[in-house]
């Protein structure tokens, strides 16, 4: 009876120990297929799937030596950096660092602050939310969490800055275009076939002046050997110093002009007009 009890132990036993192990390396076998897939296509989602495998495991596989490599790197350069460009240096090796061994958990808290010093918020706040799927301790949570926020607030500063920065670069465009549109406004040219461009003028001269109206410039009333003449249906959009031609609101293939920065001269297509004031 007594041996009879002992082999149903044994068996009992062996059974929970076959099970256990079979479990272990269903769990290895879907950690090592993450990982690969991890390391195939590095992103937030292939990430996360090793990561909360990790957690999930009593028995961490250990650092390669690779990666230790690439964290002591970043780590050295990262007291070293001094510009955005640098903390770029140091992002890379932490991101390598992450590559060969997702599993470990400080790469991403000192990647996210790599990020941070480098302008890359919204990696910095995508691995400290990596960071924070791992069994961290209240405490460790709390400060990543917090640094998250203070994450967010930065880049809602900085976002606020490039789009003042943008604002103001648009204003001072749309300045200088009303300047230069003001100084050509009601300027007198004189016109030139390609074949007579000289100082001394063309054969027949054709004095015409220039009408801006908004973003478009007519030519209008103007005056050829003496006699009174119009341009009829000739104009042009505007787009900086270049001119696209219109005749009767079609527009005219190849038949841009452009205007000298100091508003001397219009070159349009084989003609050329030479300001006379």
């Given at each position: 009876?007594?041996?009879?009890?002992?082999?149903?132990?044994?068996?009992?036993?062996?059974?929970?120990m076959?099970?256990?192990?079979?479990?272990?390396?269903?769990?290895?076998?879907?950690?090592?297929?993450?990982l690969?897939?991890?390391?195939?296509?590095?992103?937030?989602?292939?990430?996360?799937?090793?990561?909360?495998?990790?957690?999930?495991?009593?028995?961490?596989?250990?650092?390669?030596?690779?990666?230790?490599?690439?964290?002591?790197?970043?780590?050295?350069?990262?007291?070293?950096?001094?510009?955005?460009?640098?903390?770029?240096?140091?992002?890379?090796?932490?991101?390598?660092?992450?590559?060969?061994?997702?599993?470990?958990?400080?790469?991403?808290?000192?990647?996210a602050?790599?990020?941070?010093?480098a302008?890359?918020?919204?990696?910095?706040?995508?691995?400290?939310?990596?960071?924070?799927?791992?069994?961290?301790?209240?405490?460790?949570?709390?400060?990543?969490?917090?640094?998250?926020?203070?994450?967010?607030?930065?880049?809602?500063?900085a976002?606020?800055?490039?789009?003042?920065?943008?604002?103001?670069?648009?204003?001072?465009?749309?300045?200088?275009?009303?300047?230069?549109?003001?100084?050509?406004?009601?300027?007198?040219?004189?016109?030139?076939?390609?074949?007579?461009r000289?100082?001394?003028?063309?054969?027949?001269?054709?004095?015409?002046?220039?009408?801006?109206?908004?973003?478009?410039?007519?030519?209008?009333?103007?005056?050829?050997?003496?006699?009174?003449?119009?341009?009829?249906?000739?104009?042009?959009?505007?787009?900086?110093?270049?001119?696209?031609?219109?005749?009767?609101?079609?527009?005219?293939?190849?038949?841009?002009?452009?205007?000298?920065?100091?508003?001397?001269?219009?070159?349009?297509?084989?003609?050329?007009?030479?300001?006379?004031?």
């Amino acid at each position: 009876m007594k041996k009879t009890c002992l082999a149903a132990v044994f068996i009992f036993i062996f059974t929970l120990m076959f099970i256990y192990s079979s479990l272990a390396q269903t769990d290895n076998d879907e950690f090592q297929q993450a990982l690969r897939e991890y390391q195939q296509s590095s992103s937030y989602s292939t990430a996360e799937k090793v990561i909360k495998l990790t957690a999930a495991m009593k028995k961490l596989p250990p650092i390669p030596e690779e990666a230790r490599k690439h964290f002591v790197r970043g780590s050295v350069l990262f007291k070293d950096a001094k510009n955005s460009d640098d903390f770029v240096q140091v992002k890379d090796e932490f991101k390598e660092a992450a590559r060969i061994a997702p599993w470990w958990q400080d790469v991403y808290f000192n990647y996210a602050l790599a990020c941070e010093a480098a302008g890359k918020y919204d990696d910095a706040v995508r691995n400290l939310r990596l960071y924070m799927l791992f069994n961290l301790s209240d405490t460790e949570a709390r400060t990543a969490q917090d640094k998250i926020y203070g994450i967010e607030a930065r880049q809602e500063k900085a976002k606020q800055v490039a789009e003042k920065t943008q604002d103001e670069k648009r204003a001072k465009k749309i300045r200088e275009q009303e300047d230069f549109l003001r100084k050509i406004n009601g300027a007198r040219y004189v016109y030139y076939f390609w074949g007579n461009r000289s100082d001394t003028g063309a054969e027949t001269q054709y004095i015409i002046t220039f009408d801006v109206r908004g973003d478009t410039i007519i030519q209008g009333q103007g005056l050829a050997d003496g006699r009174d003449w119009f341009e009829t249906g000739l104009t042009y959009k505007i787009d900086g110093r270049k001119l696209h031609c219109f005749v009767r609101g079609e527009a005219i293939p190849k038949g841009d002009a452009v205007i000298a920065e100091d508003g001397s001269s219009i070159t349009a297509g084989d003609t050329f007009y030479k300001r006379l004031h």
